[in-house]
Each structure stands twice: as structure tokens, then as C-alpha cells.
């Protein structure tokens, strides 16, 4: 008799649940840190959106998992996404029947609330029909087991860099909160014109991914924050994902110290991967990871178009934006904290 392969829906509290899908992410090798079941709860106690974790299930159990969050704006538009807020998503399966089954029925379900587009964020390429997003690469490098080893593989200039901080008398710290990275990365997206995320958002991805979700602050000669990063831990790979700089940070090289203390860290831990994340092609960031000698990859965000008449632009990048940066920048930085968490919950 053929085995039957059903889609059910993670009930948001279900702990016994949670726990099994976890464990299915953790061992999938097409999972993600953005696969975990605590995103879940992220995007309904945080952000107040709907989200809908599918899992495909065959003889009693988990054979894939598909992550969706829905955004419904009336100034960004109404979006069945895998996954808000998160640079990874898509299905993780362990065949092709599970996948098949979860896009199937993410695809009825997006039908069902009326959005105007399901986006699915994946690192690979899965439908050669659909649209997709080409703004975005990703960094990813294998971690050397040798702290010195991983140094001389920085590129001379940057490791240059790394050096000057080193000199500057830098230290790097492990915060256990989030209110020295939450100062530093709320000016500096200030100072970018772009709303920040909320503090209560960091301290909600601390409680619920423990050590799995870390901040490294690093400090002046006389002790001052300079310039912080949160990071997440998956398997044997670290993802810096959020940071802020001073403005001192650039003269004192705090910013490549920063990476560089991150990496070594990492190191010590025995992990193997350190993903720098997304950036868009082109930009600072982008060059700035390149410097580190890591090569970008292609990231596939690809859409199925219910009524979007193309792929939405919903980035910087867009020039219908560049007036609301400028306003944004010009907007005393309180406020900005202020209103910014209401502007970015619709973004995703």
C-alpha cells in the first residue's frame, strides 16, 4: 500500500509540535536558522501577522516544512511570504513528494486569503517559470579550523584593517542583553533613512533562541561601545544578521574588528560556515564582504503573481522611496524609534 503524504498546520503553543518540527529542521539539510518553529510566535506576538507553518507528514512523520508568514499593507502590499523578515525560506523536504504537497497547498492557501503574490526566499533555484527577485546575493565561507589560518585568508588590505583594530586596543565583549546593540543599530539605521525593528524584537529573538541568538559588542581603550553585532547559530554555521556602528567605529576600524573577533570566535567553537547574509548587489555592503574575500551567490526569491502585474520593489533601491529616506534622516532619532517598528512590520 502507498504511503500517504498529508499537510497539516503547526498549532501555534503546541510545544510537543514545535519540539518535532525543530528536530526535523536541525537534521534537513535544506533547512535554515529561518526554518525554526519559533518564528512562528516571532511574527504573531511580535508583529501581529498570521503565519502558517505547514508540514508535510507521512506515516506519522515529519517529511517537510514550509514556513509562511502573511503580510497584508496597504502601503507595501498584501504578501504570503516564506519567510518575513528572514533572507532564507522555502520548502525543506525530505522528498519530492512533500515538497510538492506543501507548495500545492501554500499556493491554495494563498489563493484562499487573496494576496497578491506568494514569495518563497530560497538559496536555490526551484521554478524556472516563476518571476523572481535577482537584487540579492548571499556571502557564505567555510570557517578554517586554525585562528591564524583564517586571518592570512583575509585579503591583505582588509586583514590590514583587522590589524589596525587590533592596535586601536579593541575588545570584543558577549552582551547578555540587547540594549548596547539596540542603541548602535538604531542610529545607525537612522543615519541610512530607514526604519529601525523595535527593541522588543531583539529581546524576543533572545528569549526564544537562547544562545542560538548572541550579541558581540566591541569596545574602545576606554571602554565605550563602538560597534555591536546579533548574531544566530545553526548547526556548526554562524549568520551575523544585525549590527551597528558608531561613527568613531570607522576611524578605529571597530567594524572590521568586529567580524574578524565574530570569526575567531567562531572558530574556537568549532563551527564551519560563516554566512555573511544577504546584501544587494552593488552596494556598500556588498563590496565590503567581497573585501573579506568571500564570493557572492545568488540568492532565488521567486514569486507566483496572483495579482501583482511584476515582482514588487519593495527596497531601498526603489527611487519612489528616496524622499522618504531623506524625510527619514532628517526626523529626530526618538521619533524615529518611535514610529519606525509600525513601518517596518509591514515590509517583511
Known amino acids: 500500500m502507498p504511503l500517504v ?32 518553529a519559533a518564528w512562528q510566535d516571532i511574527l504573531r506576538d511580535v508583529f501581529r501577522h498570521e503565519a502558517y507553518f505547514l508540514f508535510a507528514q507521512t506515516d506519522g512523520r515529519i517529511t517537510g516544512v514550509l514556513p509562511l508568514g502573511h503580510v497584508n499593507s496597504r502601503l507595501f502590499g498584501n ?21 510538492l504537497a506543501l507548495e500545492a ?31 540579492y546575493v548571499t556571502f557564505r565561507k567555510a570557517l578554517l579550523p ?35 546593540f539596540f542603541a548602535l543599530y538604531a542610529d545607525n539605521t537612522h543615519r541610512h533613512g530607514t526604519p529601525a525593528q523595535s527593541k522588543r524584537y ?54 572590521d574588528f568586529k567580524y574578524w573577533e565574530l570569526m575567531r570566535r567562531a572558530c574556537a567553537r568549532g563551527l564551519k560556515v560563516f554566512d555573511y547574509g544577504r546584501s544587494k548587489v552593488g552596494t556598500g555592503p556588498y563590496a565590503f564582504k567581497k573585501n573579506w574575500g568571500f564570493e557572492p551567490a545568488p540568492l532565488h526569491y521567486e514569486f507566483c503573481l496572483y495579482k501583482s502585474p511584476a515582482v514588487p520593489q519593495n527596497n ?27 513601518v517596518v512590520r509591514n515590509l517583511g
Not at 592570512?152 to 542583553?177: F, Y
Request: charged letters at 20%.
Open 5 to 36: 503524504t498529508t499537510i497539516e498546520r503547526l498549532v501555534p503553543g503546541d510545544a510537543r509540535g514545535a519540539a518535532l518540527w525543530d528536530a526535523f529542521v536541525l537534521a534537513c539539510p535544506q533547512a535554515t536558522f529561518f526554518h525554526r
Open 79 to 99: 504578501a504570503l511570504t516564506s519567510l518575513p523578515f528572514a533572507v532564507y525560506g522555502g520548502v525543506a523536504a525530505d522528498d519530492e513528494a512533500s515538497a
Open 105 to 135: 497547498e501554500a499556493q491554495r492557501l494563498a489563493q484562499q486569503l487573496g494576496v497578491n503574490h506568494l514569495e518563497l526566499r530560497q538559496r536555490e533555484r526551484q521554478h524556472a517559470g516563476w518571476p523572481r527577485q535577482a537584487l
Open 146 to 180: 586554525d585562528e591564524d589560518a583564517n586571518l592570512l585568508a583575509i585579503p591583505r588590505k582588509q586583514r590590514a584593517m583587522v590589524r589596525k583594530g587590533i592596535k586601536n586596543g579593541l575588545k570584543s565583549e558577549i552582551d547578555t542583553t540587547v540594549d548596547r
Open 202 to 255: 531583539f529581546q524576543a529573538l533572545q528569549q526564544h533562541f537562547g544562545a542560538d541568538c548572541e550579541v558581540l559588542t566591541v569596545t574602545g581603550s576606554a571602554g565605550q561601545p563602538l560597534s555591536s553585532v546579533l548574531s544566530f547559530y545553526f548547526r556548526d554555521e554562524v549568520l551575523p544578521y544585525y549590527a551597528g556602528d558608531d561613527w568613531a567605529a570607522r576611524d578605529l576600524a571597530a567594524n
Open 316 to 342: 531601498p533601491n526603489n527611487p519612489k522611496y528616496r524622499l522618504m529616506i531623506e524625510a527619514w534622516r532628517r526626523m529626530p532619532i526618538a521619533l524615529a524609534n518611535f514610529i519606525g517598528p509600525y
